[in-house]
């Protein structure tokens, strides 16, 4: 498990701090809003309402012990590059910003971000692969390490059902939805046997999604 700071509760900010707790990570979640941090507040390991733009607020929230950030206030340049600045002082070991467009990436990467995303732009291109990608119909990237995909059953869980596969347990795998011709079951029905016609919506690990390609 790795401990993940999300700055900024915007709608990127709440999918990326809640997918990730999700996931099972640590989440602490920081935002000015105090309404918002207490709407969220059971859907994160830990809500504050506070100003990241202050180092000595993220010093005291122990920012600094944190594995990644999330900088999620990509239309305010100035509050992101001032907080990602925060960030790199405290020794936060690995910056993901938002961004609104180039000029706001190329600036926030001189100043040490990591990695700089353009939501709409990075849908677009996943979307692209996903269409493109033999098995993979679409993909949405969550974080480095984890995302939700829709996958093609693998031949040895046809004739089974997710019940009996135990797929959260043996693999990690989370299935949100199942597609079965033009039916899409959500939550999906754990006792309705799969078949090779039957598409899969994961939230999952990479490698374990790439293990689950290879079957």
Same mark, same amino acid.
């Given at each position: &498990?790795?401990?993940?700071?999300?700055?900024?509760?915007?709608?990127? +900010?709440?999918?990326?701090?809640?997918?990730?707790?999700? $996931?099972?990570?640590?989440?602490?979640?920081?935002?000015?809003?105090?309404?918002?941090?207490?709407?969220?507040?059971?859907? %994160?390991?830990?809500? /504050?309402?506070?100003?990241?733009?202050?180092?000595?607020?993220?010093?005291?929230? +122990? =920012?600094?012990? $944190?594995?990644?950030?999330?900088?999620?206030? +990509?239309?305010?340049?100035?509050? *992101?590059?001032?907080?990602?600045?925060?960030?790199?002082?405290?020794? /936060?070991?690995?910056?993901? $910003?938002?961004?609104?467009?180039?000029?706001?990436?190329?600036?926030?990467?001189?100043? +040490?971000?990591?990695? @700089?995303?353009?939501?709409?732009?990075?849908?677009?291109?996943? #979307?692209?692969?996903? #269409?493109?990608?033999?098995?993979? &119909?679409?993909?949405?990237?969550? *974080?480095?390490?984890?995302?939700? %995909?829709?996958?093609?059953?693998?031949?040895?869980? $046809?004739?089974?059902?997710?019940? *009996?596969?135990? #797929?959260?347990? @043996?693999?990690?795998?989370? /299935?949100? *939805? /199942?597609?079965?011709?033009?039916?899409?079951?959500?939550?999906?029905?754990?006792?309705?046997?799969?078949?090779?016609?039957?598409?899969?919506? =994961?939230?999952?690990?990479?490698?374990?999604?790439?293990?689950?390609?290879?079957?």
């Amino acid at each position: &498990m790795k401990s993940y700071v999300v700055i900024g509760l915007g709608r990127f +900010g709440l999918e990326m701090a809640t997918k990730l707790y999700a $996931c099972g990570e640590d989440v602490l979640a920081i935002d000015t809003d105090e309404a918002i941090v207490d709407k969220y507040a059971d859907k %994160v390991t830990r809500a /504050v309402a506070a100003d990241a733009r202050d180092i000595d607020v993220l010093r005291k929230l +122990g =920012v600094e012990a $944190c594995d990644r950030a999330v900088v999620a206030m +990509g239309s305010d340049l100035a509050a *992101s590059a001032l907080i990602t600045m925060n960030l790199k002082t405290l020794g /936060v070991p690995y910056i993901i $910003c938002k961004a609104h467009d180039d000029t706001y990436r190329e600036i926030l990467e001189k100043l +040490g971000a990591d990695r @700089v995303i353009i939501p709409e732009r990075e849908m677009a291109d996943k #979307l692209a692969l996903g #269409l493109t990608s033999t098995g993979i &119909m679409e993909y949405i990237e969550l *974080s480095d390490e984890y995302g939700i %995909v829709e996958i093609t059953v693998p031949e040895s869980w $046809c004739g089974k059902t997710i019940r *009996s596969l135990d #797929l959260r347990s @043996v693999y990690g795998v989370n /299935v949100l *939805s /199942v597609r079965q011709g033009d039916e899409l079951q959500i939550p999906p029905d754990i006792d309705r046997p799969l078949d090779r016609q039957s598409a899969l919506v =994961v939230l999952s690990a990479y490698d374990t999604i790439d293990r689950i390609k290879k079957m």
